[in-house]
């Protein structure tokens, strides 16, 4: 079975520096992995994903992440945080072959302060 | 826009009262997915539909149930709701089931409160 382990519940960065979340994996096969983003009172929303192509990943708002597969490891990074980006961010993994399921991570709330 | 509504977005129950959550979405979607997320802890996968066919997850309780009556809406029924049933529950939609060319889009959740 496949799962992921994100390390810190909680993350608090300054406004302008960088932000690194961390995301572990365990598989027994290559998988699919995923960074979602929650806003308050919304729905998860795709940040970015790793599909066995390319393993630096850019995704939307200015985020990445990198597949490290000695590792096992899929840490979201991006450069210069912005008050905005406040939120709780999932990782999620789902095997090759398998389709449907994704399972997530427990969350990293981030805050942004001044 | 094309999008994935959930309602109602709170919803009370009483204790061992039938309630049930309702999900739409105008993307035309093939399937549709619950997923449980409780306070601090990873959204979980209850069940999924692949346009009508029903796909269950193991360790889902029996008290859930779904329906999905038209590729449009999909419905989420706790038949005995219990404490322990309090959570937010989250629609998702995708065109597909391979996550590599399918992104799941999720609805706004509805915050179900047992009392």
């Known amino acids: 079975a496949q799962s992921v382990t994100q390390l810190g519940s909680h993350v608090s960065v300054s406004e302008g520096a960088l932000v690194l979340l961390r995301c572990n994996y365990s598989s027994s096969v290559p998988p699919y992995l995923f960074w979602y983003v929650q806003y308050p009172n919304q729905g998860l929303q795709l940040l970015l994903k790793?599909?066995?192509?390319?393993?630096l990943v850019k995704g939307i708002n200015g985020f990445e992440a990198e597949f490290k597969k000695s590792e096992t490891s899929f840490h979201l990074t991006k450069p210069s945080a912005h008050m905005s980006d406040a939120a709780e961010y999932f990782c999620a993994v789902s095997l090759t072959g398998t389709a449907s399921k994704l399972t997530f991570g427990t969350g990293t709330r981030l805050q942004v302060t001044l | 826009d094309a999008m994935v509504i959930q309602n109602p977005r709170y919803q009370v129950t009483q204790f061992g009262k039938p309630v049930t959550l309702s999900c739409s979405q105008t993307l035309n979607h093939n399937v549709m997915y619950w997923y449980q997320q409780k306070s601090s802890q990873a959204p979980k996968l209850l069940f999924h539909y692949y346009d009508k066919d029903f796909n269950n997850e193991a360790d889902t309780p029996d008290n859930f149930q779904s329906r999905r009556p038209n590729t449009s809406f999909c419905f989420l029924d706790i038949r005995s709701p219990g404490l322990g049933d309090a959570a937010m529950y989250l629609c998702?939609?995708?065109?597909?089931?391979?996550?590599?060319?399918?992104?799941?889009?999720f609805g706004p959740g509805t915050r179900l409160t047992v009392l």
């Open positions: 998702a939609t995708s065109a597909g089931r391979d996550p590599k060319y399918n992104e799941q889009f």
């Open positions: 790793y599909t066995s192509a390319a393993t």
